[in-house]
């Protein structure tokens, strides 16, 4: 087959290194095989569980939804990896929360290397060890009033089986992550929601058969909606600022170089999946707590406490009685994790000497200072356009669901959305680039 190395890989391309170059097709089977291992993991039921109190009570609670499509369905089976990637994620938000703050962490990212940022992720695993046993004990406690024999034993064993889960859970995402293709953590996540939409599109269908011509055009609705959302999705995450640079004029030996015309593209969205996945995240973090111990009855600060997260679940529950308190705080947070996500990845600063080095420059803009300025100022509107757009997308379909009625699809929002289509994005640019490395290789042996 016949390829040019200036175009991108067509389908056929892609598809049939799959299936011939030894590298992918081995990365594509581990990634699989690893995420079927991860799913396998969600049917492991914990010991000791009254299954049917268990399930007649989670049908009532307004959690649920949620925390399922996040776990793949783990939390209402509670199984074994019922906690999934969420402690992992909560660490990794808490470390760069911290990086930011203190000069020693920001010391280790920045000027360390690869040393440093191993360093730094050995950190991040002991806090989601620590993060799985605070969430283990909670789920425990809550699931004691379900356990056949409950006490200190059911506890133990409940808190040993979802932590070492969780943590096994982790391993495989770094595993996916380097010898297979995508990001382990976003895979994880993308494979839990697609877990839970069949059961979901059947709900939807069944609502539609039984519930009239009306139903049926609130469905037809919903559904164009969410059509509608993921095209808009697929264009942010492919929209960049081109800013245009000139290669100054090198002379080695005799031959001399002209000016070369390039450009330095600025994603619209830098942080991808990342700032929805981290604001929802957060919102899940109360609302999770307040469930897990919402049937203590404990009294002084344990009971307070217990009181305080309940009181912040509700304030944050989409359907509850304040649904704008929900919306104003996530906007807030995806806007912040916009800007963090976007300060973390770009540094105008070093752009700048990168480009002085490079001797690039931005026409009509001085280097150094004032090129870093321009880069911030492009990069600062480019987020929160970008931030806005997710803020969109974040309060449409929720606002549909709720004006149409239709609740099937509960869950099912714009986390999932902007979750399924960017990492589908993002595995796909990755298996595109490692084609393209394929195709250079046979190029330099021929």
């Not at 492009?378 to 149409?404: C, Y």
Request: proline content about 4%; charged content about 15%; hydrophobic content about 50%.
């Amino acid at each position: 087959m016949t390829v040019s190395r200036d175009k991108a890989p067509t389908a056929q391309e892609t598809f049939m290194q799959m299936a011939q170059a030894a590298g992918l097709r081995g990365r594509l089977l581990v990634t699989v095989g690893l995420l079927i291992l991860a799913r396998l993991g969600v049917f492991l039921p914990v010991p000791g569980i009254d299954r049917a109190r268990f399930s007649a009570e989670l049908q009532n609670s307004p959690f649920v939804g949620l925390l399922d499509f996040f776990s793949g369905g783990g939390f209402s089976a509670l199984g074994i990896f019922a906690l999934g990637i969420l402690p992992y994620i909560n660490a990794s938000i808490i470390l760069q929360l911290l990086t930011a703050a203190i000069p020693a962490l920001e010391n280790l990212q920045k000027n360390e290397g690869e040393a440093g940022r191993r360093k730094i992720g050995q950190i991040t695993r002991y806090v989601a060890l620590g993060w799985s046993v605070i969430q283990s004990i909670g789920l425990s406690l809550w699931a004691q009033r379900f356990a056949v024999e409950p006490g200190a034993f059911f506890v133990f064993e409940t808190v040993l089986a979802l932590t070492a889960g969780s943590m096994f859970v982790m391993w495989l995402s770094e595993l996916i992550t380097e010898r297979g293709i995508g990001n382990g953590a976003s895979l994880l996540i993308f494979v839990n929601i697609v877990a839970v939409l069949p059961r979901t599109l059947g709900q939807t269908i069944e609502l539609a058969q039984t519930g009239g011509r009306e139903t049926v055009g609130k469905v037809i609705v919903l559904l164009l909606v969410f059509l509608v959302m993921i095209v808009g999705i697929v264009f942010v995450q492919e929209g960049s600022r081109r800013i245009p640079i000139i290669t100054a004029r090198r002379q080695v030996g005799k031959r001399l170089y002209r000016e070369r015309k390039n450009y330095l593209p600025l994603r619209l969205n830098q942080g991808g999946v990342m700032p929805i996945i981290f604001a929802s995240a957060v919102l899940i973090l109360p609302t999770s707590l307040a469930g897990i111990t919402s049937g203590d009855n404990s009294n002084g600060l344990l009971g307070s406490i217990n009181q305080v997260l309940i009181q912040i679940a509700n304030y944050l529950n989409p359907n509850g009685q304040t649904p704008w308190v929900y919306v104003a705080v996530y906007l807030v947070l995806i806007l912040f994790f916009s800007y963090f996500y976007a300060s973390l990845i770009i540094n105008p600063v070093d752009m700048s000497q990168n480009l002085k080095k490079m001797g690039a420059s931005i026409p009509g803009i001085r280097p150094g200072r004032a090129t870093s300025e321009y880069i911030e100022r492009v990069l600062n509107r480019l987020t929160l356009l970008g931030a806005i757009f997710l803020g969109l997308v974040a309060v449409v379909p929720t606002a549909v669901e709720s004006a149409t009625g239709v609740t099937t699809f509960r869950g099912l929002g714009a986390t999932s959305l902007l979750i399924l289509v960017g990492v589908a994005i993002d595995t796909a640019k990755q298996i595109q680039t490692y084609v393209i490395s394929q195709r250079y290789e046979g190029m330099v042996k021929q």
